[in-house]
T-cell receptor, first 112, second 111 residues
Framework: KAGVTQTPRYLIKTRGQQVTLSCSPI?????VSWYQQTPGQGLQFLFE???????NKGNFPGRFSGRQFSNSRSEMNVSTLELGDSALYLC???????????FGSGTRLTVV | GESVGLHLPTLSVQEGDNSIINCAYS??????FIWYKQESGKGPQFIID?????DKRQGQRVTVLLNKTVKHLSLQIAATQPGDSAVYFC??????????FGTGTSLTVIP
């Protein structure tokens, strides 16, 4: 079966712009979580969506938002980009069993 | 709050030797643990998992050991190969089904 698909793979934006990233989960996985990964901070949890509802939220400013569609695909949006938002953004999905937490390859965002 | 840490940020081993990567966790109520491997430019890849009611689990060339008494998790890789060079993360799941990740250990295999 297909894995977790994240698009785009790479993105370059300028400060002040906004960006939308997409994550398509494994078929049957209804939970989608987003993480920010930077060399100094490791994996930082952004939020989790389940059945179109945000179920958990990490400690990030309101510039970071997300949503999930009825087909379980999820998007995350970052507004008013800052240089410090440059990172690898990963999504991870899982099924109802709570196990088998699978990551996508990520979107590498560079803010200049 | 949760705290998942790795004892060593880097580890170098000779090809063919066994590797041991360690991880400490702080929440004694965590009930599920995963080890991931992340190669450069890729997302974390699931290696092996273990539930809190187990002490040991083996996969192909990998073994995970869980010591709940000292809240310690380790990943053993047998006969380490150059393709094993990567960053390895441990993750714990709490009873609220939230995952917490360590910062990672960079494993370098010397041919």
């Amino acid at each position: 079966k297909a894995g977790v698909t994240q698009t785009p793979r790479y993105l370059i934006k300028t400060r002040g712009q906004q960006v939308t990233l997409s994550c398509s989960p494994i078929s049957g996985h209804r939970s989608v979580s987003w993480y920010q990964q930077t060399p100094g901070q490791g994996l930082q949890f952004l939020f989790e969506y389940f059945s179109e509802t945000q179920r958990n939220k990490g400690n990030f400013p309101g510039r970071f938002s997300g949503r999930q569609f009825s087909n379980s695909r999820s998007e995350m949006n970052v507004s008013t980009l800052e240089l410090g938002d440059s990172a690898l953004y990963l999504c991870a999905t899982r099924g109802d069993s709570l196990y088998g937490y699978t990551f996508g390859s990520g979107t590498r965002l560079t803010v200049v | 709050g949760e705290s998942v840490g790795l004892h060593l940020p880097t580890l170098s081993v000779q090809e063919g030797d066994n590797s041991i990567i360690n991880c400490a966790y702080s929440n004694s109520a965590s009930d599920y643990f995963i080890w991931y491997k992340q190669e450069s430019g890729k997302g974390p890849q699931f290696i092996i998992d273990i539930r809190s009611n187990m002490d040991k689990r083996q996969g192909q060339r990998v073994t995970v050991l869980l010591n709940k008494t000292v809240k310690h998790l380790s990943l053993q890789i047998a006969a380490t190969q150059p393709g094993d060079s990567a960053v390895y993360f441990c993750a714990e799941k709490d009873t609220g089904n939230q995952f917490y990740f360590g910062t990672g250990t960079s494993l370098t295999v010397i041919p």
